[in-house]
């Protein structure tokens, strides 16, 4: 009897123990005190699986986790490194200097030439700054009727008079209030120069019309050298006859056709009766109206002195885009006939001797770089650019390779966005976080 009791009296203080083992159990659970070996186990709720999507920066484990996956702490109430969240992603914003609605550009084209010419870079620009009219001025364009050069205004107009025509066309058909950019080519950076230099304050106080920039492209700033040839007949045709070999392997007669590159008014007479030539030129010259193309003259007053006098003050800033195209070889697909490395060379060389007065010059097939830069002037807002692989125009004596002249070229017309782009627009760089952690936290 007494063992019984006993014996059941120590069954229930088993039983008793027993409950209270897995009541103080259950309590360690609750207060993450046990080991990981339940934790693992444990179904995941509703609840922890909407947790889990949160970042875990921001989760409130109940556990601690081991030491080695243990990851850095951060301070979400300073939060000096952004890299702990999100790398930055960096925007830049393009603001107006120049309000949108009053953008516009002004094109001037060359000697002869016409306001077609800068039909492809008009283009090309007007899908880069979509809202800016573009206006390519006509007053001055060639007149293709008259065979006479003579007959064409950017001839028999000196540079200064062309200038008075383009002040006429801006204040006709560009709005009032508008600021612009002048694009220019050849000798149409000239006359852009003279404008600015005649005309920019009338422009200003008669049509609140300001000029922010001019932009030249193969702007002969100290003249054309090729001039000279006029001058020197005999000494011309002694170093052409070096080449002439070359050219007809190039194509046949096209000798004939680089001669009347140079000199535009009888070539035959130039060739065959060089004194004769050189003693008419200088007297037609005087008694035909031709002063837009003998302001060209590098000892013309107008190069020698107010080009160089104008430049030294000029307020309103210049960018002068150099093209430069030394390789016949570059000019074309082919060659009727195979011309030698050593060949082309000399070619390459004497041409550039008679274009620049220096067989290793830069040029563009008609003007050296150091005119096009105005180089040897004092310049004042004067900027340099030279782009390579372009030429002149579209004929080196016959037409060239699609893409070379310099009003078609496409690094050309790049340079003019970048130019552009510079004076009406301001980029400026901003640094967003990716996910800021107020967003985060408010999720």
């Not at 006859?241 to 004939?256: A, C, F, N, T």
């Not at 030279?386 to 030429?391: E, R, S, T």
Request: a positive charge; one cysteine or more.
């Amino acid at each position: 009897m007494h063992h019984t009791i006993g014996l059941r009296r120590d069954l229930i203080a088993i039983c008793r123990s027993g409950w209270i083992f897995y009541l103080v159990l259950g309590i360690a659970c609750e207060g993450g005190r046990c080991t990981n070996y339940h934790h693992e186990r444990k179904q995941p709720s509703a609840s922890d699986l909407q947790m889990a999507s949160i970042p875990q920066v921001l989760c409130k484990q109940p556990h601690t986790p081991p030491q080695c996956h243990k990851r850095k702490n951060i301070d979400i109430e300073n939060l000096n490194d952004v890299d702990d969240l999100a790398s930055p992603i960096k925007k830049i914003k393009r603001i107006p200097k120049v309000e949108e609605g009053k953008q516009v550009i002004v094109c001037l084209h060359g000697l002869t030439r016409v306001s077609s010419d800068f039909d492809t870079m008009k283009a090309i620009l007007q899908q880069k700054f979509p809202h800016v009219p573009i206006l390519a001025l006509e007053r001055l364009n060639k007149d293709f009727t008259h065979s006479d050069k003579s007959c064409n205004l950017t001839v028999k107009y000196s540079i200064k008079a062309q200038a008075s025509v383009a002040y006429e066309e801006i204040k006709t058909k560009v709005p009032r209030g508008s600021e612009i950019i002048l694009v220019t080519h050849s000798q149409g950076g000239l006359r852009g120069f003279a404008l600015l230099k005649e005309y920019m304050n009338r422009l200003e106080n008669e049509c609140g019309i300001v000029v922010h920039q001019l932009i030249t492209i193969a702007t002969p700033w100290k003249g054309a050298p090729v001039f000279g040839h006029i001058k020197d007949v005999k000494h011309f045709n002694q170093t052409f006859d070096r080449i002439v070999p070359i050219l007809e392997r190039i194509r046949q007669g096209y000798s004939e056709f680089v001669r009347g590159y140079f000199f535009k008014k009888a070539p035959g007479i130039a060739k065959n009766h060089p004194a004769v030539y050189q003693l008419l030129a200088p007297w037609a010259s005087k008694f035909k109206n031709v002063e837009g193309m003998t302001d060209l003259d590098p000892a013309s007053d107008f190069m020698r002195c107010y080009v160089p006098l104008g430049l030294k003050d000029m307020e309103v800033p210049i960018t002068a885009i150099a093209t430069v195209l030394i390789d016949f070889s570059q000019l074309f697909d082919s060659f009727e006939s195979p011309v030698r490395a050593q060949e082309l060379a000399e070619l390459n060389a004497t041409y550039a001797a008679l274009i620049g007065g220096d067989p290793k010059c830069e040029h563009d097939m008609l003007l050296p770089v150091a005119t096009q830069h105005a180089e040897g002037l004092v310049t004042k807002n004067f900027k340099r650019i030279k782009v390579y692989g372009a030429c002149h125009g579209n004929k080196v004596g016959i037409t060239v390779k699609r893409g070379l002249s310099a009003l078609n070229n496409a690094k050309v017309i790049q340079k003019v966005a970048e130019s552009i782009e510079e004076v009406f627009y301001e980029h400026k760089e901003e640094a967003n976080i990716a996910q800021a952690p107020s967003e985060v936290a408010t999720r």
